[in-house]
């Protein structure tokens, strides 16, 4: 089959159906993810610091930040949150730098489940998924962040956040399943909670699948959890929960791109990434920028397509952003305290 | 047979640690008699900022630490200072070209210097804060607390050792953490000082000593906006008036340029400059 009849002609299940030459078992997932060239470390790691010692300045470094804070999913997730501290966290997103009214809005709001419902009630009439100057509200779902619970408790955790009105979902794989060799459990999961984010109109919550890339061990872990999680029917894949150390590295997000790279030449389908914990500099964001852009394409840098799981970077982008419009640099007392 | 003499390249002392400057330039220190003595690193505005970034994340401990202990670890200096004489007076004789004499003489009042700001540590508070009287059943009361950050452009005339010590020590005092421009021409006491601090108890960043030109880096520091005060004793040949400029735009306490060798005398003068009061009410208690 040719990648335009695989394009056009299937739907996504018999699409997978199809590549995978079966259904979605154990056996027929190995012999795919394992007939994937594995992943050369050194030429990974060489590639992606190479990607990073580009210079961007003056204005296309003006263009970068406001890119960055467009991509940001701003992120809340402490057993210590708050109705409080969602209400501010939306506050923030809505307003990033109060001195400055032509700063744009950050992507989207990341909570806790149960918090949904206080960050959609904060954003109001600025709660739109997708439009404009819309937030969206994510949600991480399925047992976050270890994942260690039973279908049914995932299934409802998902279903509850989505009822509750979170336009996205970010849900988490089962490592030990995956690092096991039960492929066809994590897929059946994946396709499952994707089944529960459909909302009674028929449309779905955006799906993302957290491949927790810090306990895969390998890159070619990596590869192949990133190529089940875009079979299964994940509509973003990304790096980490920021549970776990080492959470979003470079070659990784850059060994992720590529899969969705492949994919995307493959089926003409376009799958997001998300890297997330660990970004915590302008700089660090820059050089995935560069990688998105020299990876995928520079039509990536869209929200519906690239974003960033981050708390504090947003603040020092606000500095860097400062810096730039005023000539002198910035402190943190003229952001706001997270 | 006659040895090669192996001149050193210096370094930036910044969060505790010897970065060469991220720009990658160096200039010639030399002699009085305009032999080549050494490189010193050259800073750039991007070594203050990370100065400024290390000196921040040191405010904390710093200024929590209890004025006891502040004390202590400013007088440890004192005596690092004095197992280190020979090296002073042999730099300052080299750099300044005086007599072996008056090179000891100076940093004999140096380190005396550096004893008696130690010993404020824990006693300024009582001079400089105050019990006020209030008409009703109330305490209250005055107390001086660190202001954060001080950048200072260090004096650039003779006595490099003493007059580095006559500005550092006392914004150290209570509790504030220090980004200092070195004197631009004789800076190897500056840089022997921090090879000093670095094996003292003091906490990395602290104190974070940039060499290189005042003239490129103070406008930075004068109008950064994490800088929380500004000492130009040392900037009398700079445009300090626009230093004072840029600083006022950020509410930052600023002490003018001195020149002479009077310059940044020992005074709590130049501890409680640095400091911004405070001031509470109590309930009395009604016994």
Redesign the interface.
């Known amino acids: 089959m040719t990648s335009s009849q695989l394009a056009t002609r299937l739907a996504p299940r018999d699409r997978t159906l199809a590549l995978l030459g079966g259904e979605a078992t154990d056996a027929n997932l190995r012999r795919y993810l394992h007939g994937i060239p594995g992943i050369d470390a050194v030429g990974l790691e060489q590639r992606a610091a190479d990607l990073g010692s580009r210079s961007i300045k003056t204005t296309s470094k003006k263009w970068a930040l406001d890119t960055i804070i467009r991509l940001i999913d701003l992120t809340t997730l402490e057993g210590a949150d708050t109705r409080g501290k969602v209400r501010s966290l939306v506050g923030k997103a809505l307003t990033p730098d109060a001195g400055d009214p032509d700063c744009p809005r950050v992507a989207a709001v990341c909570v806790y489940g149960d918090m949904v419902p206080h960050a959609v009630e904060a954003l109001g009439s600025a709660h739109a998924a997708g439009t404009g100057d819309g937030i969206a509200v994510a949600a991480v779902a399925t047992a976050f962040p270890s994942g260690r619970a039973s279908l049914a408790v995932k299934l409802a955790d998902t279903a509850d956040a989505v009822a509750a009105g979170a336009d996205e979902i970010d849900m988490v794989i089962d490592r030990g399943a995956f690092l096991s060799g039960h492929y066809g459990l994590v897929f059946d999961e994946i396709v499952a909670v994707k089944e529960a984010c459909r909302r009674p109109d028929g449309s779905h919550a955006h799906l993302k699948v957290i491949l927790e890339t810090g306990e895969l061990n390998t890159y070619d872990n990596v590869r192949r959890a990133s190529w089940l999680a875009i079979l299964a029917g994940g509509d973003f894949i990304k790096t980490s929960t920021g549970k776990v150390a080492p959470a979003a590295t470079l070659p990784v997000t850059l060994s992720m791109l590529e899969v969705v790279r492949d994919w995307h030449r493959l089926t003409g389908e376009k799958i997001g990434v998300k890297p997330a914990g660990g970004i915590r500099t302008s700089k660090d964001a820059i050089k995935y920028l560069v990688t998105v852009a020299e990876t995928v394409g520079e039509e990536w840098l869209q929200p519906h397509l690239f974003r960033f799981g981050a708390s504090s970077l947003l603040n020092d982008v606000l500095l860097q952003r400062q810096k730039m419009t005023t000539g002198h640099y910035s402190g943190p007392d003229y952001v706001t305290i997270d | 047979m006659t040895r090669l003499a192996i001149p050193k390249t210096y370094k930036l002392y910044i969060g505790g640690k010897f970065p060469r400057s991220e720009s990658g330039r160096v200039y010639e220190i030399l002699a009085k008699k305009g032999d080549f003595l050494a490189n010193a690193a050259k800073a750039s505005r991007k070594d203050a ?1 990370e100065a ?1 970034v290390a000196a ?1 994340a040191a405010v904390g401990g710093w200024a929590g630490a209890t004025a006891y202990n502040r004390g202590q670890v400013l007088y440890r200096i004192a005596e690092l200072l004095e197992g280190r004489r020979a090296q002073f007076v042999d730099e300052i004789v080299q750099t300044e070209g005086v007599s072996v004499a008056a090179a000891s003489a100076q940093v004999d009042e140096a380190i005396d210097r550096w004893v008696w700001y130690a010993g404020w540590a824990d006693k300024y508070v009582q001079v400089a804060g105050n019990a006020n009287p209030v008409s009703g059943p109330f305490f209250n009361i005055s107390v001086p607390e660190p202001t954060g950050i001080v950048a200072i452009v260090a004096p650039q005339a003779g006595g490099s050792l003493l007059g580095l010590v006559s500005v550092v020590a006392p914004a150290l005092v209570a509790g504030n953490t220090v980004v200092v421009i070195a004197n631009e021409t004789m800076p190897l006491s500056a840089i022997s000082l921090s090879e000093v601090l670095a094996t003292s108890d003091v906490p990395g960043g602290v104190v974070n000593i940039l060499t290189g030109s005042p003239a490129e880096i103070a406008p ?1 520091l004068a ?5 929380n005060a500004l000492d130009l004793v040392g900037a009398g040949d700079l445009d300090w008036v626009d230093l004072q400029i ?1 600083a006022a ?1 950020t509410l930052k306490r600023v002490l003018p340029p001195e020149n002479g060798p009077d310059a940044a005398t020992p005074s709590i003068d130049r501890i409680v400059a640095f400091t911004e009061t405070k001031t509470v009410w109590h309930t009395k208690g009604l016994i």
């Open positions: 900022r400024v921040r930075w109008s950064h906006a994490d800088v840029a735009e």
